[in-house]
C-alpha cells in the first residue's frame, strides 16, 4: 500500500510540475477529438433538432468536465457517466473516467465505476437504442469493454507499481552500499590506528629507555652519552615518519585503497629478528627461542599477527620491568597452531611503575586481533612474572 501510495504521490508531482493551463487545454482538446466525430454520426442517425442540441450540450459538457478527472477521478468518472446516460455523446468521457480511475484507484472503486457505467450504457440503450445492433449484443459489448478498461488500468497501475517498487530497491541497494563503504573505510581506519599503536608504542618505549639512561647516567662516558643521543634522535625521526604517514592515511578518504601504495610497513614474522635487536639495543635482555618455525611457511595475516604479540609483549616489558630477562618462545607445525609463550620476572619489589605512560589499551587491542585472527590470547600476573600467551590456527 505504501508503494502504491508513494507512485501516485510521484505522478501527482508531475501533474503539479506541468503548467495548469496546458494540462486542461491538452485534455479538453482530446476528448473534443473524440467528442466531435461521435456528433457528428449522431447528427447523421438522428436528423432530430432536439435531440442534436441535447447531444451537443452533453458533449461540450463531456468535454468540460474532463479535466476534473486528473485531480477527483472518482468523482469525474461518476459525473460523466451520468451524462452518458442522457446522450452517446458523453460516451468518450466516461470510459475515459473509468480508465483513469481503474490506473489510479484500487480495484473495488475501478469495479464499482465500471458498473455504474455499464447501467448508464443500459440506460442509454433503452432510451435510445441503437438500429445497427440488438439491445443484448451491445450490452454485451459494453459490458467486454468496461471489463477491457478495468483490466488496461489494473495492468497499468501494477507496472507503475513495480517500476516504483524496482526504483526504491534500487535506492535502497545505493544507500545500503554506501553504508558498506562508511563502514569498511571506518575498520580501516580503526585497523590503521591500531597499527599505529602497536608500532609507536615499541618505538617510544625504546626512546624512553635511552632517555632513562641519559638521565640516571649522567656519568657514563662520552662516546656511550652520544650513541644514546642518536638513538633517540634517529628514532624520534622515525616515530615523527611513521605518525605523520599514518595520519595522512587517516586523513584520506579512501584509506583502503591508498592504504598499500602508501607504503605502510606490514611488519611479519621474518622481521623477528631485527625487533629482538632492537630491544637488545636499547639494553633488554631478550632471549629468543624458536621452536623450528619457518616463517615463510606462515600465512602473512597470520606472520603479521604473530609479529605483533611479540612487539606488544616486549613494550610491556620494558615499560613495567625494565632491565628484566625476556624470554620468547615460538612452537608450532602447518595443521596443528603456533603457540606464542613470552615471559619475564618481575622487579624486586613487584611490579615498577611504568618508564612510558599508556592507556593500557594494547592488551585489548592485541585480544581483538587474536581473536579476529581464529585465535585466543591470556595473559597472567603471577607473584613472580608476568606471562603473555597466545595460539593461532595454522592451516595445513
Same mark, same amino acid.
Given at each position: 500500500?505504501?508503494?502504491?501510495?508513494?507512485?501516485?504521490?510521484?505522478?501527482?508531482?508531475?501533474?503539479?510540475?506541468?503548467?495548469?493551463?496546458?494540462?486542461?487545454?491538452?485534455?479538453?482538446?482530446?476528448?473534443?477529438?473524440?467528442?466531435?466525430?461521435?456528433?457528428?454520426?449522431?447528427?447523421?442517425?438522428?436528423?432530430?433538432?432536439?435531440?442534436?442540441?441535447?447531444?451537443?450540450?452533453?458533449?461540450?459538457?463531456?468535454?468540460?468536465?474532463?479535466?476534473?478527472?486528473?485531480?477527483?477521478?472518482?468523482?469525474?468518472?461518476?459525473?460523466?457517466?451520468?451524462?452518458?446516460?442522457?446522450?452517446?455523446?458523453?460516451?468518450?468521457?466516461?470510459?475515459?473516467?473509468?480508465?483513469?480511475?481503474?490506473?489510479? $484507484?484500487?480495484?473495488?472503486? *475501478?469495479?464499482?465505476?465500471? &458498473? +455504474? /457505467?455499464?447501467?448508464?450504457?443500459?440506460?442509454?440503450? %433503452?432510451? #435510445?437504442?441503437?438500429?445497427?445492433?440488438?439491445?443484448?449484443?451491445?450490452?454485451?459489448?459494453?459490458?467486454?469493454?468496461?471489463?477491457?478498461?478495468?483490466?488496461?488500468?489494473?495492468?497499468?497501475?501494477a507496472r507503475r507499481?513495480?517500476?516504483?517498487?524496482?526504483?526504491?530497491?534500487?535506492?535502497?541497494?545505493?544507500?545500503?552500499?554506501?553504508?558498506?563503504?562508511?563502514?569498511?573505510?571506518?575498520l580501516e581506519r580503526?585497523?590503521?590506528?591500531?597499527?599505529?599503536?602497536?608500532?609507536?608504542?615499541?618505538?617510544?618505549?625504546?626512546?624512553?629507555?635511552?632517555?632513562?639512561?641519559?638521565?640516571?647516567?649522567?656519568?657514563?662516558?662520552?662516546?656511550?652519552?652520544?650513541?644514546?643521543?642518536?638513538?633517540?634522535?634517529?628514532?624520534?625521526?622515525?616515530?615523527?615518519?611513521?605518525?605523520?604517514?599514518?595520519?595522512?592515511?587517516? $586523513?584520506?578518504?579512501?584509506? *583502503?585503497?591508498?592504504?598499500? &601504495? +602508501? /607504503?605502510?610497513?606490514?611488519?611479519?614474522?621474518?622481521? %623477528?629478528? #631485527?625487533?629482538?635487536?632492537?630491544?637488545?639495543?636499547?639494553?633488554?635482555?631478550?632471549?629468543?627461542?624458536?621452536?623450528?618455525?619457518?616463517?615463510?611457511?606462515?600465512?602473512?595475516?597470520?606472520?603479521?599477527?604473530?609479529?605483533?604479540?611479540?612487539?606488544?609483549?616486549?613494550?610491556?616489558?620494558?615499560?613495567?620491568?625494565?632491565?628484566?630477562?625476556?624470554?620468547?618462545?615460538?612452537?608450532?607445525?602447518?595443521?596443528?597452531r603456533l603457540v606464542?609463550?613470552?615471559?619475564?620476572?618481575?622487579?624486586?619489589?613487584?611490579?615498577?611503575?611504568?618508564?612510558?605512560?599508556?592507556?593500557?589499551?594494547?592488551?585489548?587491542?592485541?585480544?581483538?586481533?587474536?581473536?579476529?585472527?581464529?585465535?585466543?590470547?591470556?595473559?597472567?600476573?603471577?607473584?613472580?612474572?608476568?606471562?603473555?600467551?597466545?595460539?593461532?590456527?595454522?592451516?595445513?
Amino acid at each position: 500500500m505504501n508503494g502504491e501510495n508513494h507512485c501516485e504521490a510521484e505522478a501527482e508531482s508531475v501533474r503539479r510540475r506541468l503548467p495548469l493551463t496546458a494540462v486542461v487545454t491538452g485534455v479538453i482538446a482530446c476528448m473534443a477529438a473524440l467528442v466531435a466525430p461521435t456528433i457528428w454520426g449522431l447528427a447523421g442517425a438522428h436528423p432530430s433538432r432536439g435531440l442534436l442540441a441535447l447531444d451537443i450540450a452533453t458533449g461540450v459538457l463531456g468535454c468540460a468536465l474532463s479535466p476534473v478527472l486528473l485531480w477527483r477521478p472518482v468523482t469525474g468518472a461518476l459525473a460523466l457517466t451520468v451524462l452518458a446516460v442522457l446522450s452517446p455523446a458523453a460516451t468518450p468521457p466516461a470510459t475515459l473516467g473509468a480508465l483513469q480511475v481503474a490506473q489510479r $484507484r484500487g480495484f473495488p472503486a *475501478a469495479a464499482a465505476t465500471a &458498473a +455504474a /457505467g455499464i447501467a448508464a450504457q443500459a440506460a442509454q440503450g %433503452l432510451w #435510445r437504442p441503437n438500429a445497427g445492433i440488438s439491445f443484448g449484443w451491445w450490452l454485451v459489448l459494453v459490458t467486454v469493454g468496461y471489463g477491457a478498461l478495468v483490466g488496461w488500468g489494473a495492468l497499468a497501475q501494477a507496472r507503475r507499481a513495480l517500476v516504483c517498487s524496482l526504483r526504491e530497491r534500487a535506492r535502497r541497494a545505493e544507500a545500503e552500499q554506501g553504508r558498506r563503504v562508511a563502514e569498511a573505510r571506518m575498520l580501516e581506519r580503526t585497523r590503521i590506528a591500531r597499527e599505529m599503536h602497536d608500532v609507536l608504542a615499541h618505538r617510544l618505549s625504546l626512546l624512553a629507555t635511552y632517555a632513562g639512561a641519559l638521565e640516571y647516567r649522567p656519568d657514563a662516558p662520552p662516546e656511550q652519552l652520544s650513541r644514546a643521543a642518536g638513538v633517540v634522535r634517529a628514532g624520534a625521526h622515525q616515530a615523527l615518519d611513521e605518525l605523520r604517514e599514518v595520519i595522512s592515511l587517516l $586523513r584520506d578518504e579512501d584509506p *583502503a585503497g591508498d592504504h598499500d &601504495a +602508501a /607504503g605502510w610497513p606490514q611488519a611479519v614474522l621474518a622481521d %623477528l629478528p #631485527r625487533l629482538v635487536e632492537e630491544s637488545r639495543d636499547a639494553g633488554g635482555q631478550v632471549r629468543l627461542r624458536d621452536g623450528v618455525v619457518d616463517p615463510a611457511a606462515l600465512p602473512a595475516a597470520m606472520g603479521r599477527t604473530a609479529y605483533r604479540v611479540v612487539q606488544e609483549g616486549l613494550t610491556n616489558a620494558r615499560k613495567h620491568a625494565s632491565g628484566e630477562p625476556v624470554q620468547v618462545v615460538l612452537e608450532g607445525r602447518p595443521g596443528s597452531r603456533l603457540v606464542i609463550d613470552i615471559r619475564n620476572p618481575l622487579p624486586a619489589g613487584g611490579a615498577a611503575a611504568p618508564i612510558a605512560p599508556g592507556a593500557g589499551t594494547g592488551l585489548v587491542g592485541l585480544t581483538e586481533r587474536v581473536h579476529l585472527a581464529g585465535g585466543e590470547l591470556d595473559h597472567e600476573l603471577t607473584a613472580a612474572e608476568f606471562r603473555l600467551r597466545a595460539w593461532l590456527p595454522w592451516p595445513a
